[in-house]
Nanobody, 120 residues
Framework: QVQLVESGGGLVQPGGSLSLSCAAS????????MGWYRQAPGKQRELVAR???????DYADSVKGRFTVSRDNARNTVYLLMNSLKPEDTAVYYC??????????????WGQGTQVTVSS
């Protein structure tokens, strides 16, 4: 099994910054990619940012230039630095890890979610 423990989030004013982190632990062969998704009330969960083990990144258009995803492979940890936050960034943010199990099979794991609220 793989556990993802998130930290960070909270309440911030528009234009402010927040950072999230997510650490993976457990038994697995490797982590192919880690990233962040978010879900606002009444909306579907959407990709925010993702980074592969090789360092390739992918961002939602709505966060490009404002958010930065990074990863510490040695610590199996992914980070999300969010700058110039907007009220529409308000959502529950979920960490995701695409894992290769010891069996060789792939699986997706999710964190418990952390609330980010952007409001004055």
């Amino acid at each position: 099994q793989v556990q993802l423990v998130e930290s960070g989030g909270g309440l911030v004013q528009p234009g402010g910054s927040l950072s999230l982190s997510c650490a993976a632990s457990g038994s697995f062969f490797s982590i192919t990619a880690m990233g962040w998704y978010r879900q606002a009330p009444g909306k579907q969960r959407e990709l925010v940012a993702r980074i592969t083990s090789g360092g390739s990144t992918d961002y939602a258009d709505s966060v490009k230039g404002r958010f930065t995803v990074s990863r510490d492979n040695a610590r199996n940890t992914v980070y999300l630095l969010m700058n110039s936050l907007k009220p529409e960034d308000t959502a529950v943010y979920y960490c995701n890890a695409a894992v290769t199990r010891l069996s060789g099979r792939s699986a997706d794991y999710w964190g418990q979610g952390t609330q980010v609220t952007v409001s004055s």
